[in-house]
């Protein structure tokens, strides 16, 4: 009895620490948000985030219990050594010049960059096989990233995370402008979820909807971020963001009021039970010069005024956790409505914006021409150009030229400056070196591409024109793609430049700002840091007639067949003569009976 | 004492003669169970559908694939054991009037795309090679998970392909052909390798037989839309969206299909009956010669489905918590780092270093007689 007793105490000590371990708080934690953003042009955009924080260091091996952060990418982090990894897929363009300047651009098509830690070997296996496996994860050709469309920047693309070094050869990045988008990326994307697609803000994201739009982007981004404010331990930072642009006319008929309801054919009713936070914000920040032109209903409880992308600008905040905003009717339909038809003023452009073309004619050679836009009245700010050319338009360096010309003036009553003196016209061909930054990475054939990268300082209110002639390549009858009269695809400029802000933005903590907010580090309160992407470019290639081979062995299999093979036959066969078969039913009877027996017939 | 011993021995005896014929009945009843349980000799099932054609007007032979694909996945074969492949997108074509659907009935009664759909090769990965080489297994080492057929010896396959063919080949995306007797090879290889059970091949093309024609392998049963010298034709068109919605033959398919349920008995008999010459104009075709069982045994759950032969208990088991080692690797954890300094975000285009970088990188070939940093470490 006492030797029982004895027995149990010692059990109860050895379990007890164990046992009760589960009194530890959860390491991971989610964040959901969604925001509204009417755009100039009369459409409106929304973005989700999704960001899974995980207070963890997934490089060593054993890390075996997941909770929020997805295993499948968890796995990935941990076996492939990875710092970052941004992974994109986009239908559509984003229109600066019209919708204003975007809180996150992707380009049309896939991108993925990745930086490696520094303790990987081979960088371009690990790169390969990351690209294979993530191919299998989003149901997309990633697979086609190799050699040929990878490139590694030498200034571009420093990490958005946490970093202690940046040396660029642990960089890839790759861009597959052919790729298509559509419901099988979703699927994989929103099953990552920790709420899936069941519950929150996810509820909204469905296909018919979100695929009949002008513009859809689905990313993910994985990065270390600090843990607390004095920043002196690292966590694990997943981001799935989806962007989606409604147009006014095809979804909306041609009525600017917008709902929830008619933008997603769904309402909300509760938030993820596994988030932290989840949020719902609506720009109610007014362009004109009286307030109230837009009217959003149900009346907000809270909102929220910081300094984004350079201007201030006024949220409209609906917390789902909080029980007063989905209360009376159990779901939340958030509406927009104009007040009054706002007037047909200019919209705000953003200060810069690009865009990208091909010129020349004929299936021989052309030019690539890239303007650069900066719309800023009096400041100058630098921009970093990447542009990655592929193998097949051989690009001549010694043509590559930039220019700035001056804008007209055109005075406009919406200006808040004063009126700027008359810019000179500037024609001058910049000389290269004087940029202060050039790198050119000529191509060679089959393996790898042209990359360019360049620093411009661009005038203030000028039009920058970046032209490089080059000239097409004749492929091997192989490598042509099953339909080649669509075109090749050239991918998408980079521009990334640190705009000046109007009003200067104060450095806050990440944890306490919404995740809108904090998408790239602030290093300089002064001006902000973009990245936009131009268009995708489409170039006819020479295409060769792929009947012609079946053609010409039809052709010559005919003429040998006749003229030769009929001399052939004519010259090597012997005739003879051969009696005509005659006979009577009873010769046929008795042919058929020997047959049976088995005997050679009469 | 010795009588009683006796006694009862003797009565247990005798109790042990009368049951005996009830014992037998029991065990021939349990062996009945047993062989209606293991009556078709497969464990698992896969499906690899393929869709072989490009651009829009062949909108129907997506349509096809997409039809099965939803009926296969309806019946219980779970994503990871279908290979889909798809040559080109219409769901998300820009001529597509309703993007992100793919409808098969005309005024969009049904949307075989749906919202749930997982497409393993797509657009330019769909060559004969890859379906080759998913079909006998010998694949790069990189390729992922999802577009292998990971299939063993008691795996049930249906290989169900749609597109252009002609006598004795299918047409791939318009670049590439696969004869009757390069499929037939593969599936030797398969054979050979024991990388099926049994194999239901469905093909809807024009002459559409002459694909089956070549197979010799055990243990195939092959069906096609029409004979050799026919041409297999559409279905209807839809004035919205402009294109044929689907071809004849899977559209009767799928009408069957759609009646059926996991725990139906329908045998393959009725589907051989599908789709008669008044309905399809081509007259269907099917082989069973290299197949052991009688076809009328073999149920369309078989291929269509995953019906797991699983037996319900309820027993309750209780799983103790391994607390050894969620504690430790909590404590493993916690036991990282604080660091010495703090840590600090990358600047996204710092200019001064970047011009400085590229005077470094400019010079000559001789950069440290001028640059003075060339003396740091």
């Not at chain 1, 984003?94 to 204003?100: A, E, I």
């Not at chain 1, 690009?395 to 003036?409: A, F, M, Q, R």
């Not at chain 1, 990475?441 to 990268?453: G, K, N, S, T, V």
């Not at chain 2, 009368?18 to 014992?23: A, N, Y």
């Given at each position: 009895m006492a030797a029982a007793v004895r027995i149990f105490l010692l059990v109860l000590l050895l379990l007890g620490p164990g046992g009760w371990g589960q009194a530890e708080p959860p390491r991971d934690s989610l964040r959901e948000e969604l925001v509204i953003t009417p755009l100039p042009s009369g459409d409106v955009a929304a973005t989700f985030q999704f960001r899974t924080r995980w207070d963890s260091e997934l490089q060593r091996e054993w890390v075996s219990h997941y909770r929020l952060f997805p295993k499948a990418l968890g796995q990935l982090i941990s076996k492939y050594s990875l710092r970052e990894l941004h992974l994109s897929l986009t239908q559509g363009f984003?229109?600066?010049?019209?919708?204003?300047?975007?809180?996150?651009?992707?380009?049309?098509?896939?991108e993925l960059w990745a930086w490696f830690q520094e303790t990987v070997t081979d960088v371009d296996e690990s790169w390969k096989e990351l690209s294979n496996v993530l191919s299998g994860i989003f149901c997309a050709s990633l697979n086609f990233i190799d050699s040929t469309n990878t490139v590694t920047p030498t200034a571009s693309f420093k990490p958005l995370g946490l970093a202690n070094g940046t040396d660029h050869s642990f960089l890839r990045y790759a861009v597959l402008p052919r790729e298509v988008v559509c419901t099988e990326n979703l699927t994989p994307w929103k099953k990552l979820l920790p709420c899936s697609s069941k519950a929150g803000l996810s509820v909204l994201l469905k296909a018919d909807r979100l695929f009949h739009t002008s513009y859809h982007s689905q990313a993910v981004h994985i990065r270390p971020v600090c843990r607390n404010a004095r920043c002196t331990s690292v966590s694990w930072e997943l981001r799935q963001t989806l962007s989606v642009v409604f147009d006014a006319f095809v979804t909306g008929q041609g009525k600017k009021d917008w709902s929830l309801f008619r933008m997603f054919s769904r309402t909300l009713t509760e938030p993820c039970p596994l988030a932290l936070e989840s949020r719902v914000y609506v720009d109610i920040t007014s362009y004109g010069q009286d307030n109230e032109t837009l009217e959003v209903y149900p009346p907000p409880l809270t909102t929220y005024q910081d300094v984004i992308l350079g201007t201030r600008k006024t949220y409209a905040v609906y917390d789902l956790l909080d029980a007063a905003v989905v209360s009376n009717s159990r779901s939340l339909n958030i509406q927009l409505k104009w007040k009054r038809p706002p007037e047909n003023e200019a919209p705000p452009v953003p200060f810069l914006y690009a865009q990208r073309y091909v010129s020349g004619y004929g299936l021989q050679s052309g030019e690539l021409s890239t303007l650069l836009y900066n719309t800023h009245p009096y400041r100058a700010f630098p921009v970093l150009?990447?542009?990655?050319?592929?193998?097949?338009?051989?690009?001549?360096?010694?043509?590559?030229?930039?220019?700035?010309?001056?804008?007209?003036?055109?005075?406009?009553?919406?200006?808040?400056?004063?009126?700027?003196?008359?810019?000179?016209?500037?024609?001058?061909?910049?000389?290269?070196?004087?940029?202060?930054?050039?790198?050119?990475?000529?191509?060679?054939?089959?393996?790898?591409?042209?990359?360019?990268?360049?620093?411009?300082?661009?005038?203030?209110?000028?039009?920058?024109?970046?032209?490089?002639?080059?000239?097409?390549?004749?492929?091997?009858?192989?490598?042509?793609?099953?339909?080649?009269?669509?075109?090749?695809?050239?991918?998408?400029?980079?521009?990334?430049?640190?705009?000046?802000?109007?009003?200067a933005a104060k450095p806050g903590d990440w944890e306490e700002s919404p995740l809108f907010n904090s998408l790239f580090p602030v290093s300089d309160s002064s001006s902000y840091f973009v990245r936009l992407y131009t268009e995708p470019l489409l170039v006819s290639l020479p295409t060769p007639d792929f009947s012609m081979p079946y053609n010409v062995v039809c052709l010559t299999c005919t003429v040998v067949a006749v003229c030769y093979g009929s001399f052939y036959n004519l010259l090597t066969r012997t005739f003879q003569i051969e009696e005509p078969r005659k006979g009577g039913l009873a010769k046929r009877l008795a042919n058929l009976v020997r047959r049976a027996r088995g005997v050679p017939p009469l | 004492m010795v009588d009683t011993c006796f006694l009862s021995q003797g009565l247990t005896t005798l109790a042990g003669l009368?049951?005996?014929?009830?014992?037998?009945?029991?065990?021939?009843?349990?062996?009945?169970?047993?062989?209606?349980?293991?009556?078709?000799?497969?464990?698992?099932?896969?499906a690899v559908l393929v869709c072989t054609s490009r651009f829009w007007f062949n909108y129907r032979h997506v349509a096809n694939t997409l039809s099965v694909y939803r009926s296969v996945k309806r019946l219980g074969i779970p994503d990871s054991h279908i290979v889909l492949m798809l040559a080109d997108d219409m769901a998300c074509n820009p001529r597509n009037p309703k993007p992100a659907t793919v409808y098969s009935h005309k005024n969009m009664e049904l949307n075989v795309y749906g919202d749930d759909v997982e497409v393993d090769y797509r657009s330019y990965e769909v060559t004969v090679e890859n379906f080759l080489r998913v079909l006998t297994g010998r694949i790069p080492s990189s390729t992922p998970r999802s577009k292998r057929l990971l299939s063993d010896d008691r795996s049930n396959i249906l290989i169900y392909m749609t597109g252009h063919g002609g006598n004795g080949f299918l047409k791939f995306q318009d670049s590439e052909e696969i004869t009757n007797i390069e499929l037939a090879d593969a599936f030797e290889q398969m054979w050979q390798k024991r990388r099926y059970n049994e194999l239901l091949f469905i093909i809807d093309t024009c002459q559409g037989a002459s694909m089956y024609e070549r197979f010799y392998s055990p243990n195939i049963m092959a069906l096609a839309s029409s004979q050799v010298g026919e041409d297999s034709l559409s279905h209807q068109p839809d004035p919205a969206v402009g294109v044929h919605l689907m071809d004849r033959y899977t559209f009767y398919v799928l009408e069957f299909l759609e009646e059926i349920n996991p725990a139906s008995q329908t045998n393959m008999n009725d589907l051989f009956q599908v789709c008669p010459k008044s309905l399809c104009v081509s007259t269907p075709g099917h082989r069973t010669d290299l197949f052991q069982r009688d076809p009328k045994n073999v149920l369309i759950t078989d291929f269509f489905g995953s019906v797991r032969k699983v037996e319900i208990t309820t027993e309750t088991l209780s799983l103790q918590p391994d607390s050894g080692v969620i504690e430790s690797s909590y404590k493993k954890d916690q036991m990282v780092e604080e660091l010495m300094e703090p840590l600090k975000y990358a600047e996204q285009l710092p200019v001064a270093q970047i011009i400085h970088q590229g005077i470094f990188l400019n010079q000559g070939p001789n950069p440290c007689l001028s640059n003075l940093l060339c003396l740091l470490p």
């Open positions: 984003w229109r600066t010049r019209y919708w204003g300047t975007p809180f996150l651009q992707a380009p049309s098509g896939a150009l990447l542009d990655s050319v592929p193998w097949y338009l051989r690009l001549y360096v010694h043509t590559l030229t930039i220019t700035s010309k001056g804008k007209e003036n055109k005075p406009s009553e919406r200006s808040p400056q004063p009126a700027p003196p008359p810019p000179l016209p500037l024609h001058v061909p910049q000389h290269l070196s004087s940029q202060g930054y050039i790198h050119y990475q000529p191509a060679q054939d089959r393996m790898q591409p042209h990359l360019l990268e360049m620093l411009i300082q661009l005038p203030a209110n000028s039009i920058t024109k970046v032209s490089i002639q080059f000239e097409r390549a004749l492929l091997k009858w192989t490598e042509y793609t099953p339909d080649p009269n669509h075109g090749f695809y050239v991918s998408p400029s980079v521009l990334s430049a640190l705009v000046p802000s109007v009003v | 009368l049951l005996l014929p009830f014992g037998s009945l029991a065990a021939s009843q349990i062996e009945d169970q047993a062989e209606q349980f293991f009556r078709s000799g497969h464990t698992n099932n896969w």
